[in-house]
């Protein structure tokens, strides 16, 4: 793939970041709290997947996607520890909210998830321009 290639699959990674936020919004208003936490997830995902591609990462593996950025962007001190866990808290609340049908969030956490993940996808974005 070459460089203007590999641009334009970056740019709709970040477009689907971006929508998946919206998605959580909207979710939000109609009280659909586990959908909004999945797309909460998706959010974040697609953001460390745009990371992947710029850097030629190649994994099918979510686990090993959040291992990878730990590893290059955080360990480094690229981006502040404190996205670490948050990163890993909405990875593991996607999966309960998918597979456990016990698991529930309230609005206010969700809320609450939302604001510091949007805040994380704001710094990514800068760190992707640079």
């Known amino acids: 793939m070459d460089k203007e290639e590999k641009q334009v699959l970056i740019r709709l990674r970040v477009e689907q970041s971006d929508e998946a936020l919206n998605d959580t919004e909207y979710l939000l208003e109609g009280n659909r709290l586990s959908t909004a936490v999945n797309r909460l997830y998706y959010a974040v995902f697609y953001m460390l997947s745009a990371f992947a591609l710029k850097d030629g990462f190649s994994t ?23 996205y670490s866990n948050l990163i890993y808290q909405i990875f593991k ?26 805040e994380l996808i704001d710094t990514l974005k800068e760190l992707l321009k640079s």
Do not use: C, P
């Not at 099918?60 to 291992?67: C, N, R």
């Open 60 to 82: 099918s593996k979510h686990a090993q996607l959040i291992g990878w950025f730990n590893k290059t962007y955080i360990h480094s001190h690229s981006i502040d520890v404190k």
């Open 93 to 118: 609340n996607r999966e309960k909210s998918d597979y456990d049908f016990l698991f529930s969030m309230t609005r206010e956490q969700v809320e609450s998830s939302l604001n510091e993940i949007k």
